[in-house]
Nanobody, 114 residues
């Protein structure tokens, strides 16, 4: 059974930083491309970043230069370091993996206030 669990969300001021973490189970983690998505209120869910099993990362345009995705295959975790946060980064952030079907974590709320 695939399970993804996010942690690390919260309230932060504009310009601040947060680090999200996702713990995975039920998959061969080192062979899995992991993703971070987000969904703001009234908006579509959108890709933030992905990272392959060997650590190759891709970012959405809005994340490039501010966010860093990383993983620890031994711990089966994938992190998202978010810097220079803006109010428009406010959203629920989800961890994702696709294994024939899409699996999602429960999400963690990130709120950026001015």
């Amino acid at each position: 059974q695939v399970q993804l669990a996010e942690s690390g969300g919260g309230l932060v001021q504009t310009g601040g930083s947060l680090r999200l973490s996702c713990s995975a189970s039920g998959i061969v983690f080192s062979l899995s491309t992991m993703g971070w998505y987000r969904q703001g209120a009234g908006k579509e869910r959108e890709l933030v970043a992905t990272i392959t099993g060997v650590g190759s990362a891709n970012y959405a345009e809005f994340a490039r230069g501010r966010f860093i995705v990383s993983r620890d295959n031994a711990k089966k975790t994938v992190d998202l370091q978010m810097n220079s946060l803006k109010s428009e980064d406010t959203a629920v952030y989800y961890c994702h993996v696709r294994k024939l079907v899409d699996y999602w974590g429960q999400g963690t709320q990130v709120t950026v206030s001015s």
